[in-house]
């Protein structure tokens, strides 16, 4: 049974449920194609984390965010 995780930043740049549907039909898929993997077996689970929480290089994403914003 395979399990996948995705991580994505929540908040205002949170996928809608309608993108989170498509991550999940088509991850589900690339595992049936790739894998052979059965559809109804495939855990697929996405979690949105608070950009607050989610740090690169030293820096949370909402200061990298902020950065970037002001240096375009």
Do not use: H
């Not at 996948?4 to 991850?27: C, D, M």
């Not at 996405?46 to 989610?54: G, K, L, Q």
Request: net charge positive.
């Amino acid at each position: 049974m395979p399990y996948v995780n995705i991580k994505v930043t929540g908040g205002s740049e949170a996928p809608t449920a309608e993108q989170k549907a498509e991550l999940i039909r088509g991850v589900t898929d690339l595992l049936g194609r790739v894998l052979n993997k059965n559809a109804a077996t495939t855990v697929v689970i996405i979690d949105e984390v608070a950009m607050d929480n989610w740090g690169v290089g030293g820096e949370t994403t909402t200061v990298r965010r902020q950065k970037a914003k002001f240096n375009s």
